[in-house]
């Protein structure tokens, strides 16, 4: 017995031996040509069928989304393409799909819309472009394990449900205990959210840096790897209420180490997923061609999808300030208008993806790491710098994306930090346990937190972060 994607490999190594394949039908073609897929590759085997050798009813049996098993032998193909296919000896049907009952869903052997695909999320994975994606998402996290645990890492998991709001920016999703019928109020008579938790305010992690800041003061470098929460009504096609992230933090560590860390993190997982996935990639970047002609001209890539990968491969990033783009955007003219979306309004202003991306596209067109933010735009915990005004923070930029990466040195003195939490408004109380990493053998620390599906998003072409997770979690879509 073998996976589609194994027989495919060993090609005519198999010929005139007998195999069985399990799998899903793609079509069938005039009664005599099955195009089978087992989700293992985004190549069919052809099974051919003499139909004179197999009963009517079974044949009746065989249409596309149908699942098979089938037994035959491996012969040379004689179309283009592929090098084998097999001769059907006995054919097992598993489950019939009648091509009635395909009718309105994505199964229906025609062209559907991403759209579509994503109402019917629990189907797609039997698509071509959906199974693709998926397969690359794999490698991608396979190869993130797999560069971090080289290098030295430590994998850890940080709580899911959490007191603390890492971010400061107050976008949460609470979760609570409490019965909902007999809320508990306080003296003001509102909602007693303190109780949520056995007696704690808790909500949904919006990033595992605080607690894996903790573990780095004691493992050296580690790094995080699960789902992150944000409760912001933003309907992006870059923002999900529920992603994966991946944070690594490093003690010892300075922004340019952290800057070094994620230039050579990012070009070795994109380099894993381009060798291991070739074959979808080549349909991926087909794909990314066709969408790009649709486009205006304006707004579409200069490269195809593996040139823009190689490229970014075979490109040092560009480091800049974040004063220095400002410098560069005000002066710049974006389209033949000369003007941005939201016009630049100076320096202390927070970019906007249309500033980031005519930074990466436009003028660098390469990937840009921008640098010392100012201190007011940015989370409380990042480093002064001596200027009083920036923190050491980071901001990774990919063409098509925008930011990819967001991190920062850490703010390692107490004091200072104690000063910041104060101008921010937060508790030093609830951060105790934060605070003593700073109070018991204190050292600089970086680190830096990738979205997963942006990452994704990359590397597939894609435009929609909805179609590179399997069951996107956004405002209004929490069906399955
Ligand atoms: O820039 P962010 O908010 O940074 C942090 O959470 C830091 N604590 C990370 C760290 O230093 N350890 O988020 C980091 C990255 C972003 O650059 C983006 O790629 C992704 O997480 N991200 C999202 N991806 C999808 N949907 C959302 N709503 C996202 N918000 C952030
Ligand atoms: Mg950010």
Redesign the pocket.
């Known amino acids: 017995s073998y996976g589609i994607k194994a027989l495919l490999e060993k090609g005519k190594d198999l010929l005139l031996q007998e195999v069985v394949v399990n799998g899903w039908v793609r079509s069938f073609r005039s009664n005599r040509f099955i195009a089978l897929n087992d989700g293992s590759t985004i190549n069919n085997i052809q099974v051919v069928v003499d139909f004179e050798n197999f009963d009517e009813s079974i044949i009746k049996q065989i249409s596309t989304a149908a699942s098979l098993s089938i037994k035959g032998e491996v012969v040379e193909s004689e179309g283009a393409g592929q090098e084998i296919e097999i001769i059907a000896k006995e054919i097992k049907v598993l489950g019939t799909a009648p091509s009635e009952d395909l009718k309105g869903t994505i199964l229906q052997p025609k062209q559907h819309s991403l759209e579509i695909l994503r109402e019917q999320a629990h189907l797609r994975f039997r698509t071509n472009v959906f199974g693709s994606i998926m397969r690359v998402r794999n490698s991608l996290m396979f190869a993130i394990h797999k560069y971090f645990n080289e290098s030295g890492f430590v994998y850890i998991n940080t709580p899911i449900i959490t007191g603390s709001d890492?971010?400061g920016?107050g976008e949460m999703f609470h979760i609570t205990n409490l019965d909902m019928e007999n809320l508990p109020k306080n003296e003001e008579g509102k909602v007693d959210y303190t109780q949520d938790f056995f007696g704690k305010s808790t909500n949904l992690t919006?990033?595992?840096?605080l607690e894996?800041e903790t573990a780095a003061m004691g493992l050296g470098k580690v790094y995080t790897f699960g789902p992150?929460f944000?409760a912001?009504n933003?309907n992006t096609s870059?923002?999900?209420?529920e992603?994966w992230?991946i944070?690594p933090?490093v003690a010892f560590a300075h922004l340019d180490q952290n800057m070094d860390l994620a230039e050579d993190f990012m070009k070795s997982v994109i380099s894993y997923a381009m060798e291991n996935c070739k074959d979808d990639l080549k349909f991926l970047a087909e794909r990314f061609d066709k969408e790009q002609k649709q486009k205006p001209e304006a707004e579409r890539s200069e490269l195809g999808l593996i040139e823009r990968l190689e490229y970014v491969l075979n490109n040092q990033f560009i480091r800049l300030t974040y004063t220095e783009a400002i410098e560069i955007l005000k002066d710049s003219k974006p389209n033949k208008k000369g003007k941005f979306k939201y016009p630049i309004e100076g320096w202390g202003a927070d970019l906007q993806s249309e500033h980031e991306r005519y930074l990466v596209e436009k003028h660098f067109k390469t990937p840009v790491i921008l640098f010392d933010y100012p201190a007011e735009i940015k989370?409380f915990y990042m480093r002064m710098n001596d200027d009083g005004k920036t923190v050491r923070a980071m901001?990774?930029l990919f063409p098509g994306i925008g930011?990819?990466?967001?991190?920062?040195e850490r703010e390692e003195r107490l004091e200072v930090l104690d000063e910041k939490m104060e101008k921010f408004g937060i508790d030093k109380e609830e951060l105790w346990w934060y605070r003593d990493t700073r109070r018991f053998g204190s050292v600089p620390h970086s680190?830096?937190?990738?979205?997963l599906?942006?990452l994704v998003l990359f590397v597939t072409g894609m435009g929609n972060?909805r179609d590179v997770i399997p069951f996107p979690r956004t405002p209004n879509n929490a069906e399955f």
Do not use: K, N, P, Y
């Open positions: 890492a971010e920016a919006v990033s595992g840096q894996g992150t944000r912001e933003s870059r923002h999900l209420a992603f992230m944070e933090e989370a901001d990774v930011e990819i990466i967001g991190g920062s680190g830096f937190g990738l979205g599906e942006r972060i």
